[in-house]
């Protein structure tokens, strides 16, 4: 089944440890990019990309770092995390160009 | 900046009754447009992809037209039923540069059909 995995789903951690969270797709995307989702705000990309070793800053890319050192793996690091990085967090795979296609999302709780 | 503004913010019809979304951006230099579906919880679903080319794409009871000219995108969705309940969100992909392939996403129309 063609689909993007992320884990884990639900997180609850403390300030300041160093996290990461994993994003898988099975469909030999080029495109993946990563989201965070905040209410009153929607969705905002955080890091996007376009291919292995080609990564760029979103919109909202302060906090995180991200690796594309396989095709189909693009994991989303957060080295220091603070309480402004609470969110649902989602990653999502397309052919450039295409439809993304959106992974279940990890519901991340930073105390 | 591109700017996608969603209207209404939430909408309550009986089921049965066609109902129409929709979505304004500010910039008309879009590569694509694309409507999602949220339910509480969960990830997006694609519901449909509008290339800059094309007019409007349909899938079953939806439709989604694209105005490029005039920056707007209707989504249609005919004879609601309750499992049509869930957030509709629309976004549209700019052509390259910073973000390129990025959505840049509405805030979403909250839609509940009562049965």
């Given amino acids: 089944e063609a689909q993007v995995t992320q884990n884990p789903r639900y997180l609850i951690t403390v300030t300041g440890k160093k996290l990461t969270v994993t994003c898988s797709q099975n469909m030999n995307h080029e495109y993946m990019s990563w989201y965070r989702q905040d209410p009153g705000l929607g969705l905002r990309q955080i890091y996007y990309s376009m291919n292995v070793e080609v990564t760029d800053k979103g919109d909202v890319p302060e906090g995180y770092k991200v690796s594309r050192k396989e095709k189909r793996n693009f994991p989303l690091i957060l080295e220091s995390p603070s309480p402004n990085q609470t969110s649902l967090y989602f990653c999502a795979s397309s052919f450039l160009g295409g439809t993304q296609y959106f992974g279940p999302g990890t519901r991340l709780t930073v105390l | ?115």
């Fill in chain 2, 1 to 115: 900046k591109q700017e996608v503004t969603q209207i209404p913010a939430a909408l309550s019809v009986p089921e049965g009754e066609n109902l129409v979304l929709n979505c304004s951006f500010t910039d008309s230099a879009i590569y694509n447009l694309q409507w999602f579906r949220q339910d509480p919880g969960k990830g997006l679903t694609s519901l449909l992809l509008i290339q800059s080319s094309q007019r409007e794409q349909t899938s079953g009871r939806l439709n989604a037209s694209l105005d490029k000219s005039s920056g707007r995108s209707t989504l249609y969705i005919a004879a609601s039923q309750p499992g049509d309940s869930a957030t509709y969100l629309c976004a549209v992909k700019v052509y390259s540069g910073g973000g390129a392939d990025g959505l840049t996403f509405g805030k979403g129309t909250h839609l509940i059909i009562q049965p």
